[in-house]
């Protein structure tokens, strides 16, 4: 929602101020929309600017995405994505599951925590090659009930 006033414009004023802001019933996630400024010049009536944004819910998480590499294709390699309350309240991830083979996910026990880990392997004898999939976190927080974090894997010959 974006709120403004009638504002009165000079010469001798300077910059007009427009301030956007998110009510507390917005969605987490992208959010865009236009802002339609109207003034009195004859050659330019009004102003448009595209707005576009992102409200983040009360998890945060890092990395917002992976690269996995391997070195050695007999050993798996594990990454870990952290999760914070940003209150440091406690949460429950509750699952964590990859959309394709061969990214594999572990959130290990789903008790209320102040932070929670879901690691993240590539399965041992994955055969070279690029691979993308992602990685589906089942969490207990409102608005963030399911967090999709990208990963690629690149596994060399």
Do not use: C, W
């Amino acid at each position: 929602r974006i709120r403004g006033e009638r504002v009165a414009a000079s010469k001798e004023q300077g910059p007009v101020e427009i301030e956007v802001s998110f009510g507390p019933m917005t969605a987490v996630g992208g959010q865009n929309g236009s802002l339609i400024v109207a003034t009195d010049h004859p050659k330019l009536p009004e102003l448009r600017a595209t707005i576009a944004a992102t409200v983040e819910g009360n998890l945060l998480y890092s990395p917002r995405m992976l690269l996995l590499t391997r070195e050695n294709l007999d050993q798996g390699l594990a990454k870990k994505i952290i999760f914070t309350h940003r209150a440091g309240a406690d949460f429950a991830i509750l699952s964590a599951r990859a959309e394709a083979e061969p990214v594999l996910a572990d959130a290990g026990d789903s008790e209320a925590a102040e932070e929670g880990v879901v690691e993240v392997r590539i399965a041992p004898g994955t055969a070279p090659g690029r691979y993308r999939s992602a990685i589906v976190v089942a969490t207990d927080q409102p608005g963030q009930e399911e967090i999709r974090i990208p990963v690629t894997a690149n596994i060399p010959k």
